[in-house]
C-alpha cells in the first residue's frame, strides 16, 4: 500500500517536481537528498511511503 503524508495543503502541487529519495545502507542518500532541496531553494510539501520500501 502506498501513503502519500502531505505536510503543508497550501502549496499547489501541479508543476512541481518530485525528488527521490531511496533508502541505503547508510544517511548518505537522506543528506544528498536534504541539500540538493536546500540547493535549490526547494521546500519539501508531502511523504511517499510504501509497505515495499523501507522508510
Same mark, same amino acid.
Given at each position: ?8 495543503? +497550501?502549496?499547489? +502541487? +501541479?508543476g512541481t517536481t518530485l ?7 547508510r544517511l548518505v542518500e537522506?543528506?544528498a537528498t536534504d541539500h ?6 526547494? +521546500? ?12
Amino acid at each position: 500500500m502506498v501513503e502519500i503524508r502531505t505536510t503543508d495543503e +497550501s502549496v499547489d +502541487s +501541479s508543476g512541481t517536481t518530485l525528488v527521490e529519495e531511496l533508502p541505503g545502507v547508510r544517511l548518505v542518500e537522506k543528506i544528498a537528498t536534504d541539500h540538493f532541496i536546500e540547493r535549490l531553494e526547494m +521546500s519539501q510539501f508531502a511523504e511517499i511511503r510504501s509497505g515495499g520500501i523501507r522508510p
